[in-house]
């Protein structure tokens, strides 16, 4: 009975509020374009939060991941002739072995020396797919990555060329990433990761491999991740080296933290505001991360559950001012 409700659970309440931004997105964006891009960030930043959010690390690697998912699905595309699905594939696998690979060294450090491993992980890599410009483009970045059609069992489902089949495209896959996502902090794996973040010391003595539930959570946020990156890549048709720098990770941390951490419909909140404020404001005024750093500070001292968090607070307050009245209302009648 508790199995089928938890269940229950994960195809309710929060994902339907998700499923139903995603539904309203396109029509109330200006273009699809713009709402793919947040889908995709909204990606990378649930696979954020996943470490961030639920495991308490805080790596500055996202873009490793992101951008190895990018430059491995664009290789593959343009190289090995791979369809849509094996790309992905291929993203997925390429950003959960290299998060294997990051995660395996930093996670033998905590605090402060963990947060400047990844840094310099990052750096590495960046330095790494500047230098091998015969595979990445260099600075010019990898032109010409196609976007191929939907095929499943040699036969083509969909032409991905409009913006409209490509955002319901990237939609689906985000609402079957999300449910992933949720299935897995709803298991007893999350729950672990949970007590991990709130004090691993304790979590350790309980008897819990600590190392080997970060590490897993590495690799899960590395594979997700990395499909975003693939995603970003068919949606520029480029995979930019930028995509690889300490900046994006430092993006997709400011997107999870202003989203609300510990909350996978947070993701897209801070994904949908960071992506939105900057379609606003950089072709009025080039200076506009300014603005970005005023509204970080704003939510870490006004709302550090942030944005999902202002909301659910909101939420709580106008629920107990409707008992409240209603409890009124009863107490009148029964007086009467």
Not at 143 to 168: C, K, M, N
């Amino acid at each position: 009975m508790n199995t089928s409700k938890k269940q229950a659970s994960i195809f309710s309440g929060v994902t339907l509020a998700a499923l139903a931004a995603v539904v309203l997105m396109p029509l109330l964006l200006p273009s699809a374009t713009l709402a793919t891009e947040i889908l995709i960030f909204a990606l990378a930043a649930l696979g954020c939060n996943l470490l961030l959010g639920y495991t308490g690390l805080l790596s500055f690697g996202q873009a490793i991941f992101f951008g190895g998912g990018a430059y491995v699905a664009s290789l593959t595309m343009i190289h090995l002739n791979f369809g849509l699905l094996g790309a992905l594939f291929a993203a997925m696998v390429s950003g959960a072995a290299l998060a294997a690979l990051v995660g395996l060294l930093a996670i033998r450090r905590t605090g402060i020396y963990f947060v400047m491993l990844t840094l310099a992980f990052t750096q590495m890599a960046y330095f790494l797919a500047y230098t091998l410009s015969d595979w990445t483009g260099g600075d010019n970045g990898l032109l010409d990555v196609p976007r191929p059609p939907l095929t499943l069992l040699g036969f083509e489902i969909s032409d991905l060329t409009s913006s409209y089949a490509f955002y319901t495209f990237v939609a689906v896959m985000f609402m079957l990433i999300f449910v992933f996502a949720r299935r897995v902090i709803h298991s007893p794996f999350g729950t672990t990761l949970v007590a991990i973040r709130e004090n691993e010391g304790r979590a350790s003595a309980v008897g819990f491999s600590t190392n080997h539930f970060k590490l897993l959570a590495f690799v899960i946020s590395g594979g997700i991740t990395g499909i975003a990156g693939a995603l970003y890549a068919m949606l520029l048709n480029f995979a930019p080296l930028s995509n690889i720098e300490l900046l994006m990770s430092e993006n997709i941390l400011i997107m999870t933290i202003i989203g609300g951490t510990g909350s996978l419909l947070g993701s897209l909140l801070g994904a949908g505001s960071i992506v939105m404020l900057g379609d606003l404001l950089s072709s009025v005024w080039p200076r506009w991360m300014i603005i970005l750093g005023i509204a970080l500070i704003a939510v870490v001292l006004f709302m550090p559950s942030g944005l999902w968090g202002g909301v659910e607070s909101l939420i709580k307050r106008w629920k107990e001012r409707r008992s409240g009245v209603s409890e009124e209302a009863t107490k009148e009648v029964e007086a009467k």
